[in-house]
């Protein structure tokens, strides 16, 4: 069964870490550029993150450069989302998704995959 799963969201305090990771089963994540998106309430899924298959140059929002990396670990079929310095901003309910269809940049500015995992939320509060 074709799947991917987020997890490591939960509740943090502004200037926190926290880590996501997005694990795929049956296939192989690292033939796939992989994105991280997010989606606050009342707003429009937005591409984070995204991570090339081949030579895993990575493409960012504004919003996250500097605080937010990504990386992957094909053996563990997993990539992650390592996000530092987190601001009330960034809360929302985040997504991984994979696709052969486009380059990281592309995928991040047009929000799309060929698979999408259920999400994991994300809230930065004090």
């Known amino acids: 069964q074709v799947q991917l799963v987020e997890s490591g969201g939960g509740l943090v305090q502004p200037g ?10 049956g296939f192989a994540l690292g033939d796939y550029v992989i994105g991280w998106f997010r989606q606050a309430p009342g707003k429009e899924r937005e591409g984070v993150s995204c991570i090339d298959r081949s030579d895993n140059s990575a493409h960012y929002a504004d919003s996250v450069k500097g605080r ?6 094909n053996a563990k079929n ?15 309910v985040y997504y991984c998704a994979a696709t ?20 994991t939320q994300v809230t930065v509060s004090s």
Do not use: H
Request: aromatic share 10%; proline share 6%.
């Open 100 to 119: 052969k269809m486009s380059g990281p940049v592309m995928m991040c500015l047009v929000p799309g995959g060929d698979y999408w995992g259920q999400g």
């Open 78 to 92: 997993t990539v992650y989302l390592q996000m530092n310095f987190l601001n009330p901003e960034d809360t929302a």
């Open 16 to 25: 926190g870490s926290l880590r996501l990771s997005c694990t795929a089963s």
């Open 68 to 73: 937010f990396t990504i990386s992957r670990d």
